[in-house]
């Protein structure tokens, strides 16, 4: 024991060196030391224990045993009854925020709640890394960075939470792809589940490793295993973040389970639309089961979180529960993590979270309404997966000065919209079958708010919605009258933002669907008006034949009689990759197009729904004719995954307008990617 006794100090820059310590009181511990540094422990039954070393700290309570690098902030063992949950995969190991303390830099570390002042019922500990200028690593950035992990008596898994805090004297920032990923234990997890759909027996790492590369690195034609001949792709398990609250993978040996848990997506990008990766098998070497829970991230069209020279700017990543639990099979594992979603939801905001940016329940507002839906061409019409939010308004993002590697990279300035933004809060609710939405727990700030549905072209808007701290803010009767160009004379899909209702739309994340389109469609599209199937007749994407063969979209209707003014045909476009865009055909003749559009990646993402934009084309109506007319969809030659997915498409008539009148009356509208298409909503 003497030697146990021997103040053994082991010095990690940036942190106190220390003995290890124990903090709790009524701790009952037997200590093993190698080389003085490793340490195991019992404490007493529901109490909160934390002991502390110079390079890591661990919190324990009866079920789960956490273990966190002072240096790095890495979660580096996560064992639960015994089982550790965690590997190494290749890469990044463990657990990881992807934006952390810099090797070399400045980091403090902290236990911001002591078990031993509270009784047992909770710990946290906190490594800060602090910004060096001229960092060029891949993950530098100009902010300071912290990191914390929170457990509490009766929690089965462990919360962590990142916190960004760029002062008024650091150079600008731009903040690349951000997230809390995890490299599983492989000899334990074998199944992962994401949603209803997608729910399996993963391949084992080695069928990954032993696979033949494909169109894309993250591709694989799997040669052994139980799928053997299929392909692997780790985009197959991409989903909206707002509908996923619990994901994660289960071991159908062991009977446990590990589950990401967000109880918001108020930290997140992107509204209630954003797609992103959420697991897969590790894409490079080692095929580990991995899981991510992204909060930036550049996929389906991404998000911008930019801070200019002298902003100062903070915002606080969770927390988010990394859930554990054990005794069922797989399906009984994941109804229990969406159980504890629901808790994790009622609980937002966490009352124990100190010290940071983060109001709690008291400081924040409620906001309410009902939308009314008032579309003179559709009275019949109802609300249908109503969806409410408050975002920050549209904003441009900062100027970016050249220089400073990461840091700050010279770059043109971009309008932001909720769907791109990832530096401010968003909050989204959905709404019930009146039109009727409860937005709790909303921060103090000025919003704008927004509302789309399915069925209804574009979106509406109310600006400047002033929430204070406790406040309920009843906006009343919202009146949504959609936009129109002019009478309906056709439609082919539904508005709801994704290309679902089209052929393969319900098995969309099937790897390599878009080879297809060749032999299924040999003398491509040909859609009849009242005629044609949407779910057989229209191709989930309009992809080319290949990069000597573009593809011609055809749309047959009949006009009563030859009409005059101006149409416009309405496109929604739910994923895109053509920078030139799509050009519109009218009986033969060129009618003009889309222009360019910026590349979401969604085809070969196997996504079914990426940033979203309208578009919308007008056109003479003297080029239409009584009888029989087609429009034509034009995608020029191009690779496999070129192309564009349409959400919707309507054409309108405006027999008393012009095509400058009407360029005139919508100004931006029609051509910007980044518009508010529909008249604002009207408080009543």
């Known amino acids: 024991m003497n030697s146990m006794r021997a103040k053994r100090r082991v010095v990690i820059l940036g942190c106190a060196p220390s003995r290890m310590r124990w903090h ?3 701790v009952f511990w037997s200590i093993l030391f190698t080389l003085g540094l490793s340490a ?8 909160v224990g934390l002991a502390e070393t110079s390079t890591s700290y661990t919190l324990s309570n009866d079920v789960v045993t956490a273990r966190v690098d002072k240096r790095s902030g890495d979660l580096v063992s996560l064992r639960y009854r015994g089982l550790e949950l965690l590997g190494r995969g290749s890469g990044h190991p463990f657990g990881y925020w992807s934006h952390g303390p810099l090797r070399g830099a400045p980091v403090k570390c902290a236990v911001t709640i002591d078990p031993g002042k509270n009784g047992g019922e909770r710990a946290e500990v906190s490594v800060k890394g602090f910004y060096v200028p001229g960092a060029t690593n891949a993950a530098a950035v100009a902010c300071d960075v912290e990191i914390r992990y929170a457990l509490g008596r009766d929690d089965s898994g462990v919360y962590t939470y990142s916190i960004f805090t760029h002062p008024f004297n650091y150079p600008a920032a731009s903040i690349g792809e951000a997230r809390f990923g995890a490299k599983l234990n492989a000899d334990v997890f074998d199944y992962m589940t994401i949603d209803e759909k997608r729910r399996k027996v993963m391949p084992r790492p080695e069928d990954w490793t032993q696979g033949t590369r494909l169109n894309m690195s993250e591709v694989r ?23 996923t609250p619990a994901y994660g993978w289960s071991s159908t040996r062991h009977r446990v389970g590990l589950w990401f848990v967000n109880p918001t997506i108020e930290y997140l990008s992107g509204g209630a639309t954003k797609v992103e990766l959420t697991g897969h098998l590790d894409s490079n070497e080692g095929g580990a089961p991995t899981l991510l829970n992204y909060w930036r991230g ?22 988010f529960l990394i859930y554990c639990n054990s005794g069922g099979d797989h399906e009984a594992l994941w109804k229990d993590a969406l159980a504890q979603a629901a808790v994790e939801s009622r609980r937002w905001p966490y009352d124990w979270v100190q010290g940071v940016d983060y109001p709690h329940r008291a400081e924040r507002a409620t906001v309410k309404g009902e939308v009314v839906l008032n579309d003179p061409q559709a009275p019949r019409a109802r609300i249908s997966n109503l969806l409410v939010g408050l975002t920050a308004p549209d904003y441009m993002t900062p100027e970016m000065p050249s220089g400073g590697g990461r840091n700050a990279r010279s770059r043109p300035r971009r309008l932001v919209d909720w769907q791109t933004d990832a530096k401010y809060y968003q909050f989204w609710v959905r709404g019930d079958e009146r039109g009727r939405f409860t937005i709790p727990n909303v921060r103090p700030g000025t919003y704008m708010l927004h509302a789309i549905a399915d069925g209804v072209l574009g979106e509406a808007v109310v600006a400047n919605v002033t929430v204070s701290a406790g406040q309920t803010l009843n906006l009343g009767r919202l009146q949504w009258t959609p936009l129109r160009f002019g009478r309906q004379v056709w439609e082919i899909g539904i508005p709801d933002r994704s290309a679902a209702e089209f052929r393969h739309g319900d098995h969309y994340w099937q790897w390599g669907l878009y080879f297809r389109y060749p032999e299924e469609f040999p003398n491509d599209v040909t859609f009849v008006i009242g005629q044609s199937d949407p779910r057989i007749d229209w191709n989930y994407a309009q992809v080319p034949r290949g990069t000597n063969a573009g593809s011609v979209w055809s749309v047959v209707f009949e006009l009563p009689e030859a009409p005059r003014g101006c149409a416009t045909l309405r496109m929604g476009i739910a994923g895109i990759t053509l920078r030139e865009g799509v050009n519109i055909t009218v009986n033969g003749r060129p009618a003009g197009g889309t222009g360019p559009m910026a590349d979401t990646a969604t085809i070969r993402r196997d996504g079914i729904r990426g940033y979203w934009s309208e578009r919308n084309v007008a056109f003479d109506a003297s080029l239409l004719r009584r009888g029989t007319n087609i429009i034509g969809l034009i995608v020029p030659p191009g690779g496999p995954t070129t192309g564009v997915m349409y959400d919707y498409l309507r054409l309108e008539l405006d027999e008393s307008g012009t095509v400058s009148d009407l360029a005139g009356n919508v100004g931006q509208a029609l051509y910007e990617t980044v518009t508010h298409e529909t008249q604002p909503l009207e408080s009543h």
């Open 298 to 319: 550049s996929h389906y069209g991404g998000a911008v979180c930019e801070i200019g020279e002298r902003e100062e700017w903070t915002k606080v990543i969770g927390p």
């Open 24 to 26: 709790g009181t009524r």
């Open 221 to 243: 034609r799997l040669n052994t295993g139980v799928y053997k001949g299929h392909a692997e792709h780790k985009y197959a398990y991409s989903a909206i973040q707002f509908e």
């Open 40 to 47: 195991c422990s019992s404490v007493a039954a529901g109490k």
